[in-house]
């Protein structure tokens, strides 16, 4: 049986949104787009991939604050 996780077809759709000019886009298009965005975090976030993610934010962001102690 085949399964797709549900974080692959949003990232799909998601890409070609965020790569259209902001002055194409009228007010309801950019919210279905951050709603389409948060949905795409939350799925991702409690997976390996989103936990790595986020171990890896956390490294650089303390590597930045010890870089300018």
Known sequence: MLTIHV?????V???PRLRR???AR???DEKLTVVIMLALGVIIA???VGEGI???LGQL???I???TR
Do not use: K, Q
Request: aromatic share 4%; charged share 20%; hydrophobic share 25%.
């Open 26 to 28: 009228n007010h309801n």
């Open 13 to 15: 759709v998601s890409r």
């Open 61 to 63: 962001a303390s590597g």
């Open 7 to 11: 974080g692959v077809p949003l990232a």
């Open 21 to 23: 000019r902001t002055e």
């Open 46 to 48: 409690p997976t390996p």
């Open 54 to 56: 986020l171990d890896f």
């Open 65 to 67: 604050t010890d870089s």
